[in-house]
């Protein structure tokens, strides 16, 4: 396969597998250093504290491999691979357990040994500051990536930052003649199974299709229902997909026109995508039913008519809210163009503005293809000649 053909990989995910590689490389480090003193200095609280970063070692091997496969595609899982970052927090969670679980073992069953703090407490409060610092660094980075796994592996590290700092309190305590090092690992061992399983919790929600958080989801929803030409959002189903989101929406449109219900869900569906970077797919399927009002817009030269001529140039705009059964005016506005002096994006400024007011039907004297007529169209609004209009009324006469 040619460069040009192989499958580009995306910024923030290249960004999240060097940052994973470099995690391995910390907690590698972290356990051979702590292991090694915790043997010269004979501290049961070090060693646990090795055990803890030692298993973070494996457990930072797999956010490095669920990072990696999450970037593959496969068109056996239309919806991508990003759940194989839930899958290595998942795994992450238990080896945090599984070290738990040794620690406080050791601490309850092992022998007491009077470690010797001079070795042992410089070398902790260095693994203290290396792991706080990589850990945050790691969490923001994780939220700033939209990663899952480097937030887990981040908040690993502040873990271990907390199983740490006990450590030194027992140091120190034994350095003023108290003998607590046993119970200091028994404390370690708390703040793991804490810390683990949290981590499990949130891997097993998001396994089992949790839905986005429920901010995210009010944004989207007010993004569309925003929309000119949409009446409202009729059910929302989302849920998440490895720290990704996955959005699926029945909308009711106020347009008859397939063609224009098609249109309308595309551009919203990459509009949603764009303005929420954390949303991978977003389908929209459109719905129709009966207004209770049609909104008519009109150009005016002067407040009393005639029709303008030149849309974009209209100093005004007549706006009538219509019942579509008896055809009666149920409310007429008169408001005046706050962009017929403005020489550059004039139609683009106007029909945006336009929209806002979700119109049915707008009337001008002929077609021009101007922008502000191309945006009502885009948005499925119905474009009618202002001579067609004056025949239609005298018909309904």
Request: with cysteine.
């Amino acid at each position: 396969m040619s460069d040009k053909n192989k499958p580009t990989v995306p910024p923030e995910l290249r960004r999240a597998r060097i940052r994973a590689a470099f995690s391995v490389a910390v907690n590698l480090f972290l356990s051979i250093v702590k292991g090694y003193y915790s043997v010269i200095s004979g501290s049961q609280a070090l060693m646990s504290d090795a055990i803890h970063s030692a298993t973070d070692v494996v457990a930072s091997f797999a956010v490095l491999i669920g990072i990696w496969v999450a970037g593959k595609k496969h068109p056996s899982f239309p919806y991508g691979l990003y759940k194989a970052e839930t899958l290595a927090t998942l795994i992450s969670s238990i080896a945090i357990l599984l070290a738990g679980y040794e620690i406080s073992r050791r601490a309850i069953l092992g022998p007491v040994i009077q470690p010797d703090v001079h070795i042992a407490l410089p070398v902790t409060v260095f693994c203290l500051m290396l792991s706080l610092g990589f850990g945050l660094l790691q969490v923001r980075a994780g939220k700033k990536l939209g990663s899952p796994a480097l937030v887990a592996d981040g908040k690993d590290y502040l873990a271990d930052s907390l199983s740490t700092t006990i450590v030194i309190i027992g140091l120190a305590a034994n350095y003023a003649g108290f003998n607590v090092d046993r119970w200091a690992a028994a404390l370690v061992a708390i703040f793991v199974f804490r810390a683990g399983g949290a981590l499990f919790i949130e891997a097993i929600k998001e396994l089992l299709d949790a839905s986005i958080d429920r901010d995210t989801e009010r944004e989207i929803i007010r993004l569309v229902e925003a929309d000119p030409a949409i009446i409202r959002v009729k059910k929302t189903l989302s849920r998440t997909a490895g720290g990704r989101f996955i959005v699926d929406m029945d909308i009711v449109l106020n347009t008859r026109s397939d063609v224009a219900a098609e249109k309308v869900a595309a551009r919203l569906e990459n509009e949603i995508i764009r303005k929420f970077p954390r949303v991978i797919m977003a389908r929209l399927r459109p719905q129709f039913e009966e207004s209770r009002e049609t909104v008519k817009i009109t150009p005016l030269e002067k407040t009393d008519g005639p029709v303008a001529r030149h849309f974009a140039r209209a100093p005004w705009f007549m706006i009538e809210r219509i019942d579509p059964v008896t055809h009666r005016v149920k409310e007429r506005q008169i408001i005046e163009n706050p962009y017929k002096e403005v020489e550059r994006k004039r139609g683009f400024l106007i029909g945006k503005w336009l929209l806002a007011f979700k119109p049915d039907k707008v009337i001008m004297t002929e077609s021009h293809g101007g922008t502000a007529e191309a945006l009502l169209k885009e948005a499925g609004v119905q474009i009618e000649s202002a001579e067609r209009e004056g025949q239609d009324n005298k018909d309904a006469e």
